[in-house]
């Protein structure tokens, strides 16, 4: 739940009409994937013990009832995906990277604000629904306020 890796999301050209260019970074930092590896190999010792052993004759996927590091890496390279629930591709703060401030304006941009996940400087360790939910309702206030 918390990856060294960072994704990028960034325009493709000045057509606003242009899909933005989505580079999700995936193992762009090794013990990333170091810590999926090792997941994967618990998961499988947990299968093996009983009161699930009885139910499982072998891996569904990767096929081999004792999948190699290589037969594993190859695995979740190939079925990795995301959670669908990005976080911190507007990120707030103080610093010059920052897309929007603490009141969740843009930088540079008068009269607008982003009010949804993409603000989260880190993605929280659980759900994102109800974090949500407290920044539209902080929003709200600081809105109100204005």
Known sequence: MAPGSRGRITLADADPTSRPVIDLGFYDEPSDF??????AKIVLEISRLDPLARFLAKPH???SAEPTDTELTAHIRRWTQTVYHPTGTCAMGTHDDAVVD???RV?????????DASTMPASPHGNTNAPT???AEKAADLIRQA
């Open 61 to 63: 996927l990767p096929a």
């Open 34 to 39: 170091d810590v999926l590896l090792a997941g």
């Open 133 to 135: 939910i407290m920044i």
């Open 107 to 115: 930088r540079g941009v008068d009269g607008l604000r982003v009010i």
């Open 102 to 104: 603490p009141a969740l």
